[in-house]
């Protein structure tokens, strides 16, 4: 099992950018792929981005894609997610989650390929 805990949520105006992390602990991090979703306010919990154990490959929601970037620090044991150009639709708690199975290169859009996940971190765009 692996203990994740994620920073950098806020407040901001559309058009503006963030930075998340997402700091793991418990297990090898370098061998796991890793993964951003969110979830807005009555609606489901959504896939935002994924970046493979290697770093050799990412994905990204279709919503995203131009705008958000997924990398990781296997040194430090840290996933980030850089938000630009934030719009008011991004608002939603962002969580980051890791593949619950190693080695993974596939790209994991559904939350159920995730075993461990954080609390979240709310992020709000205003208009």
């Known amino acids: 099992q692996v203990q994740l805990v994620e920073s950098g949520g806020g407040l901001v105006q559309a058009g503006g950018s963030l930075r998340l992390s997402c700091a793991a602990s418990g297990r090898t991090f370098s061998n796991y792929a890793m993964g951003w979703f969110r979830q807005a306010p009555g609606k489901e919990r959504e896939f935002v981005a994924f970046i493979s154990w290697s770093t050799g490959r990412t994905d990204y929601a279709d919503s995203v894609k131009g705008r958000f970037t997924i990398s990781r620090d296997n040194a430090k044991n840290t996933v980030y997610l850089q938000m630009n150009s934030l719009k008011p639709e991004d608002t939603a708690v962002y969580y980051c989650?890791?593949?619950?199975?190693?080695?993974?290169?596939?790209?994991?859009?559904?939350?159920?390929?995730?075993?461990?996940w954080g609390q979240g971190t709310q992020v709000t765009v205003s208009s």
């Open positions: 989650a890791a593949d619950s199975r190693p080695f993974r290169v596939v790209p994991r859009v559904y939350s159920t390929d995730y075993g461990s």
